[in-house]
């Protein structure tokens, strides 16, 4: 690699938002070297959030939600065309089209796909969907707008719930099954849960909770229907499957990385770590497919899937991938996430799983507006709000000061705390839940069994 690292080769592996924001970055901080980005689907980066919220509304086209750029990347863009491996010693990309790309610094950007479901027969049915594309969102979205019976939503997370949102705004009759005790519990905890739920059912959402969809059924290869764990059966014209998200790890299956279903994982800089826990100085990751450590959560392994953290860490890690040691700078961005469902406006700042207990600071659940503050073991680690937005720079001050939870009289700007007492935050094991959350602490487990060879004398 040459002595300057603004020259040289760059190779950019997932053409979405991470990637984009990269590749401009790169650019900004001096980059004159060759950029090439990789990207499996078809279409220059686009916007996902849209997808779930106006798209499905009718309200915006599938493919008018393209993401502006900011500044002219000069980069050559291999989009349609999927990576399939890569050599880190030869240091090369592999593509399917059978061609590699030659690199001195790659930043992995792959981020996630939509979770599907399980058996394929039954996933090929017509009129069984999951949400995750610009593809997905526009025949989704042409399905809903021809007035379907009953859509059946399998998954209570945030996507899940976002579309179910969708049909009730369209006014098509819907069904949400859960796995877990409740809607958002995998993200916001319990107390939380409860309020979503009772939001979903007063918008007229039939919410079956600690249920499991135990097959889909079919007839002349058109969905018709589902059985449930508990014997029912919901009859319904379209399925959307909404399990969560999978990192897009396979093409690195033998590249040595620490790699693996949680994603790729790197330092607070940004540099991956090999399977060993070496810290490599040339392959960066970025965005959902990334796992990092962070100081106000003891270090441990976070796993977003955040727009503004996919912004934020690929900032980081183009400007790392250019400057020299000295002038590199971690990536310690406070998640912060927002929804927006059944007339109502969530936005969170933290991590909310990262709690044991957890008090309404501002508003009540009965009005359905509110600030839930959490906090572990003593101090203030996440906030959610409902339609109280403007309350959360203020905590995410109180998040990033370590601040004592709960949070005394006069915290909220001089108002005092609705409740006396926090209650358990009564976050449950995601293993038990339909629905992922968009911040996952995934500790210091590796994701793979490893033989630790000494070498002798």
Request: charged content about 25%; some cysteine.
């Given at each position: 690699?040459?002595?300057?690292?603004?020259?040289?080769?760059?190779?950019?592996?997932?053409?979405?938002?991470?990637?984009?924001?990269?590749?401009?970055?790169?650019?900004?901080?001096?980059?004159?070297?060759?950029?090439?980005?990789?990207?499996?689907?078809?279409?220059?980066?686009?916007?996902?959030?849209?997808?779930?919220?106006?798209?499905?509304?009718?309200?915006?086209?599938?493919?008018?939600?393209?993401?502006?750029?900011?500044?002219?990347?000069?980069?050559?863009?291999?989009?349609?065309?999927?990576?399939?491996?890569?050599?880190?010693?030869?240091?090369?990309?592999?593509?399917?089209?059978?061609?590699?790309?030659?690199?001195?610094?790659?930043?992995?950007?792959?981020?996630?796909?939509?979770?599907?479901?399980?058996?394929?027969?039954?996933?090929?049915?017509?009129?069984?969907?999951?949400?995750?594309?610009?593809?997905?969102?526009?025949?989704?979205?042409?399905?809903?707008?021809?007035?379907?019976?009953?859509?059946?939503?399998?998954?209570?997370?945030?996507?899940?719930?976002?579309i179910a949102s969708a049909c009730r705004e369209r006014g098509v009759e819907v069904t949400v099954a859960e796995r877990g005790p409740g809607p958002l519990v995998g993200a916001l905890g319990g107390t939380l849960a409860k309020l979503a739920a009772g939001m979903q059912r007063a918008h007229g959402v039939d919410l079956r909770c600690g249920v499991t969809v135990t097959a889909?059924?079919?007839?002349?290869?058109?969905?018709?229907?589902?059985?449930?764990?508990?014997?029912?059966?919901?009859?319904?014209?379209?399925?959307?499957?909404?399990?969560?998200a999978l990192r897009n790890v396979e093409w690195l299956a033998d590249a040595g990385l620490a790699a693996g279903p949680h994603g790729v994982a790197c330092d607070a800089g940004c540099r991956?770590?090999?399977?060993?826990?070496?810290?490599?100085?040339?392959?960066?990751?970025?965005?959902?497919?990334?796992?990092?450590?962070?100081?106000?959560?003891?270090?441990?392994?976070?796993?977003?899937?955040?727009?503004?953290?996919?912004?934020?860490?690929?900032?980081?890690?183009?400007?790392n991938m250019v400057s020299p040691g000295p002038l590199r700078r971690p990536h310690l961005t406070v998640p912060v996430f927002w929804s927006s469902q059944f007339g109502f406006t969530i936005k969170s700042v933290g991590v909310p799983a990262f709690s044991d207990q957890v008090t309404i600071a501002q508003g009540t659940l009965a009005e359905r507006r509110l600030v839930a503050v959490y906090g572990y073991r003593g101090r203030v680690t996440a906030a959610v709000t409902l339609d109280m937005a403007k309350w959360l720079e203020h905590y995410r001050t109180l998040i990033e000061t370590a601040a004592p939870f709960p949070p005394g009289p006069g915290a909220a700007g001089g108002r005092p705390l609705v409740t006396d007492f926090p209650i358990p935050s009564d976050v449950p094991d995601a293993r038990g839940l339909s629905h992922g959350p968009t911040v996952a602490l995934t500790g210091h487990l590796p994701d793979r069994r490893l033989t630790v060879v000494r070498s002798a004398g």
């Open positions: 690699m040459p002595g300057d690292p603004r020259e040289g080769r760059i190779v950019v592996v997932g053409a979405s938002l991470a990637g984009l924001r990269a590749a401009e970055t790169l650019r900004e901080e001096g980059f004159t070297g060759s950029l090439t980005v990789v990207g499996d689907e078809p279409h220059p980066p686009y916007d996902r959030p849209p997808l779930s919220k106006q798209v499905l509304l009718g309200t915006a086209a599938a493919d008018a939600t393209g993401l502006p750029m900011r500044r002219e990347a000069d980069a050559e863009w291999r989009l349609g065309v999927r990576a399939t491996g890569l050599d880190p010693l030869g240091k090369r990309v592999l593509l399917a089209d059978g061609d590699s790309l030659p690199y001195d610094r790659l930043l992995i950007a792959t981020g996630t796909r939509a979770r599907p479901w399980p058996h394929p027969e039954q996933a090929a049915l017509d009129g069984v969907f999951t949400l995750r594309t610009r593809e997905d969102a526009g025949i989704l979205a042409e399905r809903l707008a021809a007035g379907p019976r009953r859509v059946l939503v399998i998954g209570a997370g945030f996507t899940g719930s976002e889909l059924r079919g007839r002349n290869g058109r969905f018709t229907g589902a059985d449930l764990s508990d014997g029912s059966r919901v009859d319904a014209d379209l399925c959307v499957v909404a399990l969560g991956a770590f090999t399977m060993y826990g070496i810290v490599t100085d040339d392959v960066f990751v970025a965005g959902d497919v990334s796992r990092f450590p962070h100081p106000l959560f003891e270090y441990q392994m976070l796993s977003l899937e955040h727009w503004g953290n996919a912004v934020a860490q690929a900032e980081v890690a183009a400007h």
